[in-house]
C-alpha cells in the first residue's frame, strides 16, 4: 500500500463537523456588513509581489519572512495575499473605484503566510475585511468600529473582547516620533532582546507591542507617541472618542499599540481577549490615508479592519457559544418497503419546492428501521418522516420528533409541507 498523502502543514482542512459553525460565523459576517451599506468585492488569491513590498514594508516581518512568493513561467513574481487591504486597493485604483468617491466595501476569503503553525493561526488562514475608502473624518472611523462591535453582539461574545484604541498621527508626526524612539532605544539597547535590536533599525515602532515583559520594562520611561500629535491628529482622536462614548461603546487607551503595517497612521484598534490564551487579538485595523497614492492611485483616505475566521470560531467553540448552529438537515426521511423507496425520494423533491429553505436528508442504502432511526438522529434532524408502503398506500407519512417530547403522528402529505414551515 502506498504512503496516505497528508495536507500540507499550516493548511487545514475544515471537517463536515465544522463546517456549520464556519457557516454561521460567516453569514453573520455578511448580513452585519450589509446592514451597515458595505458591499462585497472579491479580489484573486495571487497578486504581484511589487504591491504587498509597496503596501506592507520590505522590512516588516510579513515581507521579510513570511509571504509565499514564487516566479510564474514568465518569470513574474508573484504571491499569494498575506493580508486583503493592499488587494482591495489595487482592485479599487485598477477599476476606478475610488478617487473622488466614498467606498465601503469587504470580502471574505484565504490568505497565507508562512508561520509556525499554532492552535489558531495556520499558514492558510481566513479573514474577513471591512475597507471604507473616501472619508478623512473621524466619524467613518467610529462607525467601522461600531461594526465591528455590533459583530461581537451577534455572536454573544462581547463580554469577552476589550476595545483596544492609539491613535499613531501624521506620517510627518510619526516620524519625528521614531527618531525620538530610536535615540531612546539606543540609549538601552542592553536590554532588548534580539528581535527588539532587529526592529530598531527596520521598524522601531513594533518595538512597542513586544511581548517580552524584559523588554517592556525597558519601554518604561520612553517617550510617548501622544506627545508628538499635532492639534489635528488629537482633535481626530477626540472625536472618534466622543461617538464612542455617545455610543456607550468601552474602550481602553493603549499608547504601545502600533500595528505591524507600514501604512497605518492616525487611528488604530484592536479588540483583544484573554480567552485564547496567546492568540488575543480577535480583530484589528485602523486608518490608511496614503495607501492608495502609495499603490498609484490618487490620494485617497481610508479606514478599514481585519479578523481571522479560525480565531473567531476557536473562541466561539471554546466558549461554547455554537449550540444553535443549524444541523446538515432539518428532516430525515426513512423508507421501508418497496413502494415507500420507491415514491420517497419524489416527495422529497415534492416537499423541497415548496419549502424552499427546508434541509431534507433521505435514507440510502436501505437496512432496518433502527439503522434507519440512528442516521436520523446522527443528522440532527429535528423530525424524522417515516414511509412504509401503507403509508403510501393511504398517502399518510408517521412524524416521529427526535429533539422534542411529543408523541409521533400520522400527516396527510398534503399537510406535510405546512408542518415543515414550522421547523424553519
Not at 446592514?35 to 514594508?57: C, D, Q, W
Not at 493592499?86 to 468617491?101: D, E, F, K, P
Not at 492558510?124 to 473624518?137: D, K, P, R, V
Request: with cysteine.
Amino acid at each position: 500500500m502506498s504512503k496516505a498523502i497528508q495536507a500540507v502543514r499550516g493548511m487545514n482542512d475544515c471537517l463536515p463537523s465544522e463546517t456549520n459553525i464556519w457557516q454561521m460565523v460567516e453569514a453573520t459576517l455578511r448580513r452585519v456588513a450589509s446592514n451597515y451599506g458595505f458591499a462585497e468585492i472579491r479580489m484573486p488569491i495571487v497578486e504581484s509581489t511589487h504591491l504587498f513590498k509597496r503596501s506592507i514594508g520590505e522590512v516588516t516581518d510579513i515581507v521579510e519572512k513570511e509571504m509565499y512568493t514564487f516566479d510564474d513561467r514568465n518569470g513574474d513574481s508573484l504571491t499569494l495575499r498575506p493580508e486583503g487591504t493592499a488587494s482591495c486597493v489595487r482592485a479599487g485604483n485598477q477599476h476606478g473605484l475610488l478617487y473622488n468617491q466614498e467606498q465601503r466595501l469587504w470580502y471574505m476569503g484565504p490568505m497565507f503566510r508562512h508561520e509556525r503553525p499554532q492552535k489558531g493561526r495556520y499558514r492558510q488562514f481566513h479573514q474577513f475585511g471591512i475597507e471604507a475608502f473616501g472619508i478623512a473624518s473621524a466619524d467613518i472611523d467610529a462607525e467601522v468600529i461600531m461594526l465591528s462591535n455590533r459583530l461581537w453582539k451577534e455572536l454573544g461574545i462581547k463580554d469577552v473582547v476589550t476595545l483596544e484604541l492609539n491613535t499613531l498621527g501624521s506620517n510627518e508626526e510619526r516620524a519625528t516620533y521614531r527618531d525620538a524612539l530610536v535615540e531612546y532605544l539606543t540609549k538601552h539597547e542592553d536590554k532588548l532582546d534580539e528581535d527588539s535590536k532587529r526592529r530598531m533599525h527596520t521598524n522601531p515602532l513594533r518595538v512597542l507591542d513586544s511581548k517580552n515583559p524584559d523588554v517592556q520594562a525597558a519601554l518604561t520611561d520612553a517617550p510617548k507617541l501622544s506627545e508628538f500629535l499635532g492639534e489635528e491628529s488629537k482633535q481626530h482622536f477626540d472625536t472618534l472618542l466622543a461617538r464612542l462614548d455617545a455610543a456607550g461603546i468601552e474602550y481602553v487607551i493603549n499608547e504601545r499599540l502600533v500595528r505591524g503595517l507600514d501604512y497605518y497612521n492616525r487611528t488604530v484598534f484592536e479588540w483583544v481577549t484573554d480567552s485564547l490564551g496567546a492568540q488575543g487579538t480577535v480583530c484589528a485595523g485602523g486608518r490608511y490615508d496614503g495607501l492608495v497614492e502609495q499603490l498609484g492611485g490618487k490620494a485617497t483616505p481610508g479606514f478599514g479592519f481585519a479578523l481571522g475566521i479560525e480565531r473567531l470560531v476557536l473562541l466561539l467553540t471554546s466558549l461554547d457559544k455554537v449550540k444553535n448552529v443549524r444541523p446538515q438537515a432539518d428532516v430525515y426521511i426513512a423508507m421501508m418497503g418497496e413502494e415507500a423507496e420507491l415514491v420517497g425520494n419524489a416527495l422529497a423533491e415534492q416537499w423541497r419546492d415548496e419549502v424552499k429553505e427546508i434541509r431534507i436528508q433521505c435514507h440510502c442504502g436501505g437496512g432496518k428501521f433502527n439503522k434507519q432511526m440512528k442516521r436520523a438522529d446522527k443528522s440532527g434532524a429535528s423530525v424524522a418522516i417515516i414511509l412504509g408502503d401503507n403509508e403510501i398506500a393511504e398517502k399518510t407519512a408517521t412524524v416521529k420528533y427526535l429533539r422534542e417530547q411529543k408523541d409521533q403522528e400520522s400527516v396527510a402529505f398534503d399537510q406535510i409541507p405546512a408542518l415543515l414551515e414550522k421547523l424553519m
